[in-house]
DNA sequence: AATGAAAGCAACCGCGAAGTA
DNA sequence: ATACTTCGCGGTTGCTTTCAT
């Protein structure tokens, strides 16, 4: 046991091992104001003990809601899932994983999947690969859509603007009531047939797109499957890869 | 049995975000 | 708006235990 000194000041903290008395203390002071107030702890409750290291013992050590014991296979399981999904990002993944610390599952993970992490280094080099050539596909895929979008409005404006004016001279040359309402019909289903036209003009390169996308996600299909193992919601984030941080 | 290396784990440190005066 | 405090996170350290020689 030693004693560090804080802020330069003459208040002098206690560093190291917790001991059962220690722990008991801190123990009764949570059970009697609750967690948080870190800080207030020391003058509180008589432990010579800043907050900081406080609040670490009873997160990772005296919290009664911990899981004791080994890391399973299973939480190993998924371990290594959120570890591909969030990288080092340990209290994310704790908060998958009940009545384990980030600190556990760091320590673990350092411990055991480090090593392997690295043999596998390749792997993980060709994941980053595949998905920076997704995103710029992605990229490319919505530039286009857009270039699209903005070339059916614009024929849609023209032919509005040709219609009115074929209406116009027909108006001139015929000017019944009746046949104007038909023609108007005409004139809507024209421009929708147009509208139509249009899209079936440009189905084929959409289709070509669209099974490009559909290849394109077949292709990462098994990542995406990865990414949703345990339902977390990960859809509305599609159009990003996921955090990689080997 | 002795000893050095590796593994496991608790605890500390620095930093940034969030909250508060 | 700003300065200060508190909290939480991730990285790192160092002590203890286990294993191999």
Redesign the pocket.
């Known amino acids: 046991m030693y004693w560090?000194v804080?802020g330069g000041a003459e208040e002098r903290?206690?560093?190291?091992?917790?001991t059962p008395e220690e722990d008991r203390l801190l123990v009764h002071h949570v059970n009697l104001h609750g967690?948080?107030?870190?800080?207030?702890?020391a003058t509180l409750s008589g432990l010579k003990?800043?907050?900081?290291?406080c609040?670490?013992?009873w997160?990772?050590?005296l919290r009664p809601d911990l899981k004791r014991g080994?890391?399973t296979p299973h939480e190993e399981t998924i371990i290594l899932d959120l570890h591909a999904r969030?990288?080092?990002?340990?209290?994310?993944?704790?908060?998958s994983l009940p009545g384990r610390?980030?600190?556990?599952i760091?320590?673990?993970w350092?411990?055991?999947f480090k090593?392997k992490s690295k043999v596998s280094l390749d792997e993980s080099t060709k994941l980053k690969t595949k998905l920076l050539k997704r995103q710029k596909f992605q990229q490319e895929q919505r530039l286009q859509q857009q270039q699209l979008l903005d070339q059916v409005q614009q024929n849609e404006a023209d032919m509005k603007k040709i219609m009115s004016l074929v209406v116009e001279e027909s108006t001139e040359s015929s000017p019944t009531m009746v046949v104007r309402e038909e023609e108007e019909e005409e004139e809507e289903s024209l421009i929708h047939g147009m509208i139509l036209l249009n899209g079936w003009f440009y189905a084929p390169a959409a289709d070509h797109q669209s099974s490009m996308i559909n290849q394109d996600v077949g292709m990462w299909d098994g990542l995406w499957n990865l990414d949703d193992v345990h339902g977390t919601n990960f859809s509305a984030t599609y159009h990003q890869a996921p955090c990689l941080?080997y």
């Open positions: 560090g804080m903290w206690r560093k190291g091992p917790w967690e948080g107030r870190w800080n207030s702890v003990r800043n907050g900081k290291s609040r670490l013992r997160v990772n050590y080994r890391i969030w990288g080092n990002r340990w209290s994310t993944i704790a908060r610390t980030d600190n556990e760091k320590n673990h350092r411990t055991h090593k941080n």
